[in-house]
């Protein structure tokens, strides 16, 4: 049995409030690198995970351009701790148990409502963001192979950058993988090359 996502209404405003807020707070400027053209459709972004802060930039990435319900994948032991976030769409699975599958069957089932948005981070675990091959376990793939509708898929890469500031600056960059092969090999293959192509636009961005 999986904890699943329980919106409330003030607690979720409040939560999308405290997101911007805790951003302008810690963050000289937030830029976001991109193009969307909204189909209706549901939305999964595939994100790196390097960060405690990475699920408000989704939802700050999501307040800005995809404007849906936000859903997150939390591991148990946490949501448990924090039942606050099972109020702004996080939902448990717990690692290495028969309840897995059940957290991969409800992320393909929210993944049907084309109001919703759902967050993965397909490695798994925290990694740094200066790695150059990011790893992908087999969930995202399962998911997608679950998933009867057509979806928007979002690469996201997440990166921060001081430069000649004293507060970090965030930059998030996305794209819409518009490959029809779903295989979590390939998915893993194409977003490595997204996320090279933004480390290198970040270095371009620095050289200015």
Request: one cysteine or more; a positive charge.
């Amino acid at each position: 049995m999986i904890y699943k996502a329980s919106h409330n209404k003030l607690i979720y405003a409040f939560f999308r409030l405290y997101t911007c807020l805790k951003i302008k707070r810690n963050f000289h400027g937030v830029r976001i690198k991109g193009e969307f053209t909204d189909r209706g459709l549901p939305v999964l972004i595939i994100s790196n995970h390097f960060s405690w802060w990475d699920g408000f930039w989704a939802e700050y990435l999501n307040m800005k351009v995809f404007k849906r319900k936000f859903y997150f994948m939390m591991l148990e032991e946490q949501l448990k701790k924090h039942m606050f976030f099972n109020k702004t769409g996080g939902y448990s699975v717990k690692k290495g148990s028969s309840s897995v599958i059940e957290s991969l069957n409800y992320t393909a089932e929210l993944l049907a409502n084309p109001g919703n948005l759902v967050l993965m981070f397909p490695q798994g675990r925290f990694d740094s963001m200066h790695n150059h091959n990011i790893r992908f376990e087999k969930g995202v793939g399962y998911v997608l192979g679950r998933v009867q509708n057509t979806i928007h898929i979002i690469f996201v890469a997440n990166f921060i950058e001081y430069f000649s500031e004293e507060k970090p600056g965030l930059i998030i960059h996305f794209t819409e993988f518009s490959g029809n092969e779903l295989s979590t090999a390939n998915l893993e293959k194409e977003y490595n090359t997204f996320f090279s192509a933004c480390r290198a636009d970040n270095i371009r961005l620095a050289l200015k």
